[in-house]
């Protein structure tokens, strides 16, 4: 019986590994580099990565003024009960409308609402968005937390904590002065032209957070990915009601969509790694299989080929990820943050976003590389141990006899006609075509390498494509919500006051012309209208207000409709007027366009669908007759032309329909009807100087404070703070991720000169000049380039648009970056150029000689 | 006055290797004279692959002058020599060392279509014909055996018409009957193509098909076995 003990030749292995790493510094250090990029680049995307998401979920919670992903109209008890009981919630909390602060001493329209958070709300849900607080919470009937903004719109400067002030206010059917005691002030992101008031306070308003005018209900849930399906069950279980509406934040409610695209720029990233380090050891182990052949003449088995090169992965793979994750970390904690603090981004509560280290991060970045290095290690070793001692020693790389020989029966088979050779197709040509074709052949005589080389320059190039094109759209993004994209947009502030001598004209003619006088504006665009009744007939109006009443009201039609029908003054609306080119707006923005000549000569209007479920079909046809305000006998009739949702063109919303119409009408119903708003569009856009002179006009006149603006310089300013560096981290990731990709081919590319140098060697040998062998290499590195550019505009252009489309809940136009792309390309080019140049140079030192003795195939 | 077609004057190569001078060529004065056939012999070693590769441009020396067809090598710069082997110099490696990629009668031709020169095709079948080559002018080297890759290399050594052919080791890589035939083939085209030859052996036999044997020791001629008729 023979019995086999384990030979114990570990340490030898070891020793030789080390030894062969020693040996070869200069191939073991770009095998290392290779790795530690590789994980540098896992650990520090994922990291800062991690880092921009986190930034972006800032953002909304910053334009969203809480940490929440679903926002519900309304809350009943019963609801409240269904939200506790579920498991899927984090946590919840009301944030209710408790009033507005009608005018103080300074301002008759502050425009300042009263709101009144929950202890979860205030505490929790709204905290991330606040950076200062001082003071607490309102306890007392009296007591408000403010905002210095607040404060500033109703006329009060320098007030404090524990400072009081007197103002009227209105909620519900009140309407009384009161004197009010700060008892904190606090800034930062969300409801900021707000006092917020104690739940005393609120109570005593007798609003209910169940009403949908009232009652806002903030829901963040633990589980950050949901579904669509998941998303409709939940606003299936909350059993809402007509009035009601649950909508989910954006991010929320395209989380799938986002992880999805997530994890595609994750897989290309990871196969980018994988394509360096494959590529670097495929090369290192092909360019030692002499030396292998070499032990195993001296007989050592394929298992102990197998365990030494296992062995000599380790230590690059080791020392590699011990850098990377140490490069990696050392970006990720000091580097950024230096940049964050540099763009003045403060790292404190309510706006923190410190990048963090997360083991999971770590254990998956070690994981990725060590399978990488694993895998592309496994085939190099193969090739070590299945090659005989003889063949090993006459390996070579590039050389693939078999496959040539193939290739040449396969061109003879398919009956094509022979290249040259043939006494009736041989041609003469040019030294340019020759070497051309030399290029060529060398691309496609082993199109397997060919390929790895050009995809792993083409999922670099397709990652900064894809970032290139989310960051561009994420810049675009203007967040211009005025109407008709103006760059102003001012409105009348009475037009909130209660009684109707209270709305006045405050941009009279006078205003206009001073306004048109500024050189910076170049289109002034008022909306103008009249306060009006819509009196009660059968056909519309009683049809209108029962949908209304059952959409709205909480209240039966039937209990008011015979108040309706007998005083109308109690139900009132508005005619507004607009201009051609607002009604060009309107029905480029309808599904279903309204006859423009018809409606310019006031012959039919358009109804504003104020969320009530009719179909533009339901009304369309029907007439619609309005009476102005307090004079029944003076009345006009309208064919109702159809139904749009776009609320830019409403003034004063009653139960009645706001009756849109062209602005000539309104102007002949109306003796004087107010302007309510004006866009203003600017000569140049963002020009401060000219919106600096409007304000100064509107400022100066008798209603220097009854009007509010805004602006798009106003809007970029908040976006842009919200946005913090989000901007400059994506870039980051961007460039590194273009700069592995080029790497990558420059390693390739290098490593193939290099496995080469025979065949160039032979070449230079036969009459080949320098300048001819370098054309050669370039026009391959440029077919190279040319090829991995056509894989990045089919398969990087696609996965790109599929990522930007699943993140895209913006909406936004997919428009590639053509500057970042045209860079890139030059870039490439430039790289594909100078590289074979420089790896030929590198081996052209060495001379012809040395290598001429090699066998080539 | 005699005329060489080459002519070298104290060539000498001496190169480092580690803390030691190897002098691989130690003073040689080697001429050969147009249509000439030399065999070079020596030990491992001896120096004999390295004046070739002075010879055909290669390799630059250490002191010492090279003349190839009355132009000396010294001074020019590589392009130059470049351009020098493909006109002047056809060459015949033990590795045939034919460009894997091209056909054979595209290797045949490339230095002379890399000399942006008009391929002679008459003249290219001929020794296609010559070599028993045309049926196989289109097959990739890795399609050929040993033999014909050989064959192959000797044509595109003939093909640009070059004032000198230097052979190393032809038959190295052969077996003995594979290569007396490619050595015997090579003669022939070689007187019926009047060129000069220079060749590198190891073998006796080889060496006496020569016109005249020169044999290097210690990156020396030895003086007195260089004569045969």
């Known amino acids: 019986m023979v019995f086999m003990l384990k030979n114990n030749n570990t340490r030898v292995l070891t020793r030789m590994a080390g030894r062969s790493l020693k040996s070869g510094r200069r191939q073991s250090v770009t095998m290392i580099l290779a790795v530690l990029l590789s994980a540098f680049m896992l650990f520090g995307v994922f990291t800062v990565g991690m880092t921009y998401f986190k930034m972006q979920r800032l953002q909304n919670i910053r334009l969203g003024g809480g940490e929440f992903d679903a926002i519900m109209y309304g809350v009943t008890d019963e609801q409240l009960r269904t939200c506790r009981e579920n498991p899927d919630i984090l946590r919840f909390g009301v944030h209710a409308v408790s009033g507005y602060i009608d005018e103080t001493e300074y301002d008759n329209t502050p425009e300042v609402t009263l709101m009144w958070a929950d202890e979860t709300c205030w505490n929790e849900i709204m905290a991330p968005a606040r950076e200062r607080v001082e003071g607490h919470y309102p306890v007392e009937e009296d007591e408000v937390m403010v905002t210095e903004y607040a404060l500033e719109k109703c006329g009060f400067h320098g007030l404090n904590v524990g400072d009081t002030f007197t103002a009227v206010y209105g909620a519900g059917a009140v309407k009384c002065e009161k004197t009010f005691r700060i008892s904190g002030i606090w800034e930062g992101f969300g409801e900021k032209s707000a006092f917020y008031v104690s739940e005393k306070f609120y109570e ?643 001379g012809i000689v040395e290598y001429i003795k090699m066998p080539v195939c | 006055m005699e005329s060489w077609i080459v002519e070298t004057r104290g060539l000498k190569k001496y190169y480092r290797l580690g803390d030691h001078i190897v002098r691989a060529l130690d003073g040689v004065d080697f001429t050969v004279r147009e249509q000439e056939f030399v065999a070079i012999i020596g030990r491992s070693g001896s120096g004999k692959s390295t004046l070739l590769h002075m010879v055909g441009g290669l390799d630059t020396p250490t002191e010492g002058e090279v003349m190839v067809a009355g132009r000396s090598l010294s001074g020019m710069t590589k392009e130059e020599l470049a351009i020098f082997r493909r006109r002047k110099v056809g060459f015949i490696f033990q590795n045939y060392n034919l460009v894997p990629d091209l056909n054979v009668y595209e290797n045949v031709v490339l230095p002379i279509e890399l000399d942006g020169k008009r391929v002679d095709r008459e003249f290219t079948a001929e020794i296609l014909d010559v070599l028993k080559l045309t049926e196989k002018r289109e097959a990739l080297p890795g399609m050929l055996s040993g033999g014909q890759q050989q064959r192959a290399a000797i044509a595109r050594a003939l093909a640009s018409k070059p004032a000198i052919i230097l052979a190393d080791e032809p038959t190295g890589n052969l077996d003995t009957a594979s290569g007396h035939d490619v050595l015997g083939l090579l003669k022939v085209v070689a007187k019926q193509f009047q060129q000069t030859l220079v060749l590198i052996t190891h073998d006796q036999d080889i060496a006496q098909m020569a016109d005249r044997i020169v044999c290097i020791e210690d990156g020396q001629i030895r003086k007195g076995r260089g004569l045969h008729a």
């Open chain 1, 204 to 846: 005593q308003t007798g609003l209910d957070p169940a009403d949908v005018a009232s009652g806002r209900f903030l829901i963040d849930f633990r589980q950050k990915l949901i579904s669509q399906e998941e998303q409709d069950a939940f606003i299936a279980s909350m059993n809402l009601g007509k009035q009601q509406r649950l909508f989910f934040t954006v991010d929320f409610a395209f989380s799938v969509q986002i992880l999805t695209g997530i994890a595609g720029l994750a897989l290309v990233i990871c196969l980018c790694a994988y394509l360096l380090i494959y590529n670097i050891m495929y090369l290192s182990v092909a360019g030692n299989i002499r030396y292998y052949g070499l032990l195993q003449t001296i007989g050592m088995t394929g298992r102990q080929i197998c365990g030494l090169i296992r062995r000599q992965m380790f230590l690059v793979g080791g020392i590699g990820l011990a850098g990377g994750v140490l490069l990696g970390s050392g970006v990720s904690f000091l580097v950024v943050p230096s940049v964050v603090k540099s763009l003045g981004i403060r790292m404190g509560k309510g706006g923190e976003i410190a990048v963090s280290f997360h083991p999971l991060i770590l254990l998956l970045t070690l994981l990725l590389t060590g399978i990488t290095v694993y895998i592309a290690g496994r085939k190099p070793a193969k090739i070590a141990v299945t090659c005989s001692p003889m063949e090993a020693l006459g390996y070579r790389p590039s050389a693939d006899v078999r496959r040539r020989g193939r290739l040449g029966g396969s061109r003879r088979k398919a009956g094509r006609q022979p290249r040259s050779g043939c006494k009736d197709t041989v041609r003469d040509i040019s030294p340019s075509a020759r070497i051309w074709r030399m290029a060529k052949e060398q691309i496609t005589k082993d199109k397997r390498k060919a390929g790895i080389v050009m995809l792993s320059l083409a999922a670099g190039m397709s990652v900064f494509l894809c970032i290139a094109t989310l960051l561009t759209s994420q810049a675009k993004r203007e967040y211009n919500y005025n109407f008709r994209d103006f760059d102003m947009v001012v409105k009348n502030s009475t037009m909130r006051k209660e009684e109707q001598e209270e709305r006045v004209q405050i941009f009279d003619q006078t205003v206009l012309d001073r306004l048109d006088a500024i050189e910076g504006v170049a289109e002034t665009a008022p909306l103008r209208y009249a306060e009006i009744t819509v009196p009660w007939e059968p056909e519309f109006a009683d049809m209108w207000m029962r949908e209304f009443y059952e959409t709205w009201m909480n209240i039966p039609y039937e209990d008011e409709v015979e108040e309706y029908k007998e005083f109308p003054e109690n139900f009132g609306s508005s005619l507004v007027g607009i201009s051609k080119a607002d009604f060009e707006a309107l029905n480029a923005a309808s599904g279903e366009p309204v006859d423009e000549e018809e409606f310019l000569e006031g012959k039919t209007c358009l109804l504003y669908r104020d969320g009530l479920e009719f179909k533009s079909s339901d009304v369309t046809g029907k007439s619609v007759t309005c009476a102005a305000y307090g004079d029944r006998t003076h009345t006009q009739t309208f064919e109702i032309g159809g139904l749009v949702d776009v609320n830019d063109y409403t003034a004063l919303l009653g139960y009645p329909p706001t009756i849109i119409v062209s602005e000539d009408v309104v102007r002949e119903f109306a003796e004087e009807p107010i302007i309510y708003k004006i866009g203003i569009r600017y000569r140049e856009e963002y020009d401060a100087k000219t919106e600096a002179e409007i304000l100064s006009v509107l400022d100066a006149g008798p209603h220097g404070k009854d009007y509010s603006y805004e602006s798009r310089i106003e809007m970029k300013k908040e976006v842009e703070k919200a946005q913090g560096n989000m901007m400059e981290i994506g870039i980051g990731i961007a460039l590194i991720l273009a700069l592995i990709g080029m790497m990558n081919y420059v390693n390739t590319f290098v490593g193939n000169i290099r496995s080469r140098r025979v065949e160039i060697a032979v070449l230079e040998s036969i009459g080949m000049t320098g300048r001819q062998v370098k054309k050669m290499l370039i026009l391959e590195g440029l077919l190279y380039a040319g090829g991995a550019w056509v894989i990045t505009g089919i398969a990087g252009t696609a996965a790109t648009y599929w990522i930007y489309q699943s993140m895209n809940y913006t909406g936004a136009e997919f428009v590639i970056p053509a500057v970042p792309l045209l860079c890139a390309a030059v870039i490439s080019v430039l790289i594909c150029i100078s590289v074979p140049a420089i790896a030929y140079r590198e081996i052209e030192k060495k």
